[in-house]
């Protein structure tokens, strides 16, 4: 097939948008346009996912995991099996902004039912998101509000509230990270059943009035008797609110920015786009869905393919999906949710509440090693469904193929893929080596176990590690 | 409420079974179990899947077990711990043998009372004896043992020694057809049920693949089966179905129609979680301490029944990583109001 200029931008907004693809969905997701793909991502409850409950009848631990590994487990089966790309992909963006870790809550349960809060809430609204956060049991552990007490007011939540949720360091006082606390005091979670001895049970969270402080705070210029809702509402006037989580969306989805604690001293790398994303979010209301919606059929957007450094997650399932393993209830999934923490992204225990530093920071000696090693070594494997299929449309309709033509294929069908002048050589040198393939009857595979190798050393070029 | 009581039928909660252990006096993802004439009962832990140590993180041991038990609530030991992947379901012939099922390694697990593996056999496929996913087993009176081929939608009849007799069913959701289909058990008579998983229902046929009947398709549609795993036969007739999706058990009489739902009634610890928590405290206080133990009972997601000859029933509740025992009390008749 020719590869047209729409394919690759739906491949583009696969990588993005979503985790990837197989080559078929992303057949049918061209088949819409590009538009109606995007309208398919954001209205993902029209899209059936995968069936829940044969995952949980295979993967039984899913279902109620006492372990951090189990935990990550399910986590890691929603992103491989997901068919709802955009609302797991938005789910994984709040999990980087609103880190929370299990090294800490030492509840995958709980971990995960905000997971599910980030999917469900995730292209809804940014008010309802941050109150439901603010009452999510594990983010209130995680931030000590727990210990946030009238008379014994703790800052925790209310510094990062303030500083890495919502308006970003400069954007406020140290008294106003005190008087937002007071008014989430008494914001707590409920005592609920250990571990021991039948397994965790759902944790609650617990409104204590006698712990609130009713008192008259003074924040961000207002005064009054604010409590943690009144809070919210307050930093969603402040100027600094839209541009704040703007930049980020445009971080996730655009173009690598500078980390975020240099936010308040490194300006954007494309202002106007932030700035355009901000309006959008105050037009809004704060509404998500719309603002994607203007994201992804911009210019900005259109013009980013393959600008931005791939997350150990984005490489790791966006090559599983592409080469279709583990798909579906499998024992290696246990096994594979190790990947992305050696390579830097220890799902639901990110470093600290900061996240997970981005872009570049995803490269180091040792990750570098990892990722190329896993990709290479999953692009080869000729038993892989996925790679069958790829090999299978490489050799279509040909019956000898020249090393030009066998390096041009692999790379349309492991993106399409472009490549600088000096990789495409490299691996039309490394071709030639074989010369001709065949793909008759006799030689298939022959010609199937060199395509692979092209495969994986596709998969290793500098190229493969942007999306 | 512990004690059920309809149409002259009382089910007794008796107590709970084990606790969250990773060995011994405990289950991790109980996952089936079968009982001995002679007073035995098999414990099938399914637990996670293991992870080797390879330096870098955390490791995660095997902890897949067969566990054996006196029917009184008394551990005995542990097995088959290196022979499983994904393990399913436990089945006892006449004899006392063992069955396990293995959904990864498509084979049949055969284990004397010494618990000792003493055959196995299986291949993937779709041909005659082949398997795709072997889910429930069960044996009958007469020794032949019936598995339940999931991913081939249909049941397959063997001898104990593993030779192909026949089969029957193939995917689909009319009479006789099967969607992904998960427990089994066969009654004195010889009749054999199976637990329809993805059709939502429970059919009924002879030992030779006759169909006979279907149960929960035709009940209030609140009390539809949703996605059952196991079904089990009391010595009158009753059906009890593990309603897994709805995390209940329905109790259905031979005609199909509904008598009554356990929902689960383990508000007490059982012995071996009384235990644990005699010697680590700080659980015992953190259970003290918690608010709401409305749900501490409950199933959570029943997995498989088995019932004695004496009419004891043993469910796995495998979420909550235990089994809760209830008794059947035959021939009970409603005291007159005015006693």
Known sequence: MTITAEFSLISHLLRRAGLG?????????????????????????????????????????????PGLLPGQMKYFYFLLNTKRPLEEKMALFWHQVFATGYSKVNDPESMLSQMDMFRE????????????LAQDPAMIFWLDNNENHKNAPNENWGRELLELFSLGVGNYTEEDVYECSRAFTGWTAEARM????????????????????????????????FDGEDIIDIILEQEACPRFIARHLYNFFVEDEP?????????????????????????????????????????????SAYKRVRSPIELIVGTLRLAEDLIGPDPRVQEAVYQPGFMGQELMDPPSVEGWHTGKEWINSGALVKRVNFVSDTMSDVTLPGVKKIIGRVAEGSATMSPEVLVERCLEFMGPLPVKDKTRQELIDHAMEHGEVGWDEDSYEDSAEKAAVMLALIASTREYQFG | MLTTTVQGRTWNFSHAIGHLSISAEGFLFPYSVVTTDSGFMYVLSRAPDPKEDDGNKRSQ????????????????????????????????????????????????????SEDQKVFEWGVEGSAEGQFSKPAGIASDLAGHLYVVDAGNHRIQK???????????????????????????????QGFVYVADWGNDRVQKFTGDGEWLQ?????????????????VAVDSEGDVYVADWGNKKVQIFDSDGEILTSLHGDATEFSRSALNFLEV??????????????????VFARPTSISVTKDDRIIICDATRQRLQVYDKEKGYMDPEYNL
């Open chain 2, 61 to 112: 041991p095997n902890f897949k077990r067969i566990g054996k038990w006196k029917l009184e609530d008394e551990y005995i030991s542990d097995f088959a711990q290196n022979d499983i992947i994904w393990p399913v379901s436990l089945a006892v012939d006449e004899k006392g043998f063992l069955y396990c099922t293995d959904e990864i390694k498509n084979m049949i697990l055969k284990y004397n």
């Open chain 1, 259 to 303: 980390q975020v604690p240099a936010w308040n001293i490194e300006p954007p790398n494309n202002p106007e786009a932030v700035e355009y994303l901000a309006d959008l979010l105050v037009e809004s209301n704060y509404e998500i869905k719309p603002v994607l919606r203007e994201l992804f059929n911009s210019d900005f957007f259109k013009e």
């Open chain 2, 214 to 230: 279907i149960f929960g398709v035709s009940s209030p549609d609140a009390l539809r089966l949703n996605h059952p795993s196991d």
């Open chain 2, 280 to 297: 680590n405290q700080d659980y015992y206080k953190a259970f003290k301490r918690a608010k709401d133990k409305s749900r501490l009972g």
């Open chain 1, 194 to 225: 250990p571990v021991f001895p039948y397994g965790r049970h759902p944790w609650k969270f617990e409104f204590r009035s006698e712990d609130h402080d009713y008192s008259e705070k003074t924040f961000l210029g207002h005064t009054g008797n």
């Open chain 1, 121 to 132: 809430e995730g292209m809804g609204n940014y008010r309802t998101l941050l109150i439901k």
């Open chain 2, 158 to 188: 063997f001898t104990s020694d593993g030779h192909f007799i026949h089969c029957w069913g193939e995917f689909g959701s009319e009479r006789g057809q099967f969607n992904d289909p998960w427990g089994i058990t066969v009654d004195s």
């Open chain 1, 21 to 65: 693809s197989s080559y078929d969905e992303l057949q049918e997701y061209a088949e819409l346009g590009y538009e109606a793909a995007v309208e398919k991502l954001l209205n993902p409850k029209s899209n059936p996912n995968f069936d829940y409950y044969e995952f949980i009848r295979r993967h039984p631990q899913a279902d109620g995991p």
